[in-house]
Structures are given as C-alpha cells and as structure tokens.
C-alpha cells in the first residue's frame, strides 16, 4: 500500500505561482512514476505531469508546458509540482498518483486527497 498527502494548494492571483508538494510512505518511493493529474469542477480528472521512478523521464499536458515542473526528492519521498505563470484555467483540484507512468488516471494504483488550487483574474 501507498499513502499520498498533497499540500500546498491555495488562492494565487494570474501570473503567480505555487509549488504542490506530495509526501509518499509505505513503500519505496524510488521504485514507482509519480504523476500529478487535475479536476475542475464540472469536468473529468486530466492530466497534468508524470515522472519516471528516478525522475529522469518527464512528460506534461500541452496546456502546462513550459509553465508547470515535475520533480521528486527521492531521499524525502517527495514529488513536486512547481506551477509558474498561473491563469484562471487552472484552477481545480489537484491530485497527485503513484504507479504510473502514463497520461490516464486508469494507469495509476494509489491517489492522495486532492489538494485545492484556485486562480482568480
């Protein structure tokens, strides 16, 4: 088993930025891709980054490209998300998911609580 905590969400202005963090526990965290997915309301769960287990791989939605940045710290049993120049559209809940890789919520076993990002205009 795997348990996930996001933190780090929260009310951010357009333009500003936010780092999500995902603390992982129960099993070796450098054995599994990590992905970071998102759910507005009214909408599906979406993709938003992946990693490979030793970070080296990365893949992100078109949407967040150039913007977001995916990253783990192995030895805190951490992945990261690092959100830049926030807009509007953004503006969901966000999860973050063990066991991947890949770019569909099915490819992943274990899910955190979602942590809630909004970004006003």
């Known amino acids: 088993q795997v348990q996930l905590v996001e933190s780090g969400g929260g009310l951010v202005q357009a333009g500003g930025s936010l780092r999500l963090s995902c603390a992982a526990s129960?099993?070796?965290?450098?054995?599994?891709?990590m992905g970071w997915f998102r759910q507005a309301p009214g909408k599906e769960r979406e993709f938003v980054a992946a990693?490979?287990?030793?970070?080296?791989?990365?893949d992100y939605a078109d949407s967040v490209k150039g913007r977001f940045t995916i990253s783990r710290d192995n030895a805190k049993n951490t992945v990261y998300l690092q959100m830049n120049s926030l807009k509007p559209e953004d503006t969901a809940v966000y999860y973050c998911?063990?066991?991947?890789?890949?770019?569909?919520?099915?490819?992943?076993?274990?899910w955190g609580q979602g942590t809630q990002v909004t970004v006003s205009s």
């Open positions: 990693d490979s287990w030793d970070g080296d791989t990365t």
């Open positions: 998911a063990a066991e991947g890789p890949g770019a569909t919520p099915d490819e992943y076993d274990y």
């Open positions: 129960g099993r070796t965290f450098s054995s599994f891709a």
